[in-house]
């Protein structure tokens, strides 16, 4: 069984800067897409980032978050992160980290198989 571990959240003011780490124990970090999804006040989750595997070669991003947003990975720490420059108060939501195992790069939230307990991040303005 897969778990996955959020951390980094927390309160910043907007312009500001927040790294989401997200730490994998239970299965083959590496043969993972990882991903980034939020949930925000009243609203549905949605998709942030995805980093494909093994290397991460090919990512993609929620366009209200390219060019301020960077995915990345550390298979030999088990770990992803999310790196979120530039913040802004709409991206204030629970953030969480999930993963599925296979080759095929995925961004669709229901192809996730595992998901952790989620993040705080709250923008203020």
């Known amino acids: 069984q897969v778990q996955l571990v959020e951390s980094g959240g927390g309160l910043v003011q907007a312009g500001g800067s927040l790294r989401l780490s997200c730490v994998a124990s239970g299965g083959s970090f590496s043969t993972y897409n990882m991903g980034w999804f939020r949930q925000a006040p009243g609203k549905e989750r949605e998709f942030v980032a995805a980093i494909s595997w093994p290397a991460g070669i090919t990512t993609s991003y929620a366009d209200s978050v390219k060019g301020r947003f960077t995915i990345s990975r550390d298979n030999a720490k088990n770990t992803q992160y999310l790196q979120m420059n530039s913040l802004k108060p709409e991206d204030t939501a629970v953030y969480y980290c999930?993963?599925?195992?296979?080759?095929?790069?995925?961004?669709?939230?229901?192809?996730?198989?595992?998901w952790g307990q989620g993040t705080q991040v709250t923008v203020s303005s």
């Open positions: 999930a993963a599925v195992p296979g080759t095929v790069f995925r961004v669709r939230q229901d192809e996730y198989r595992y």
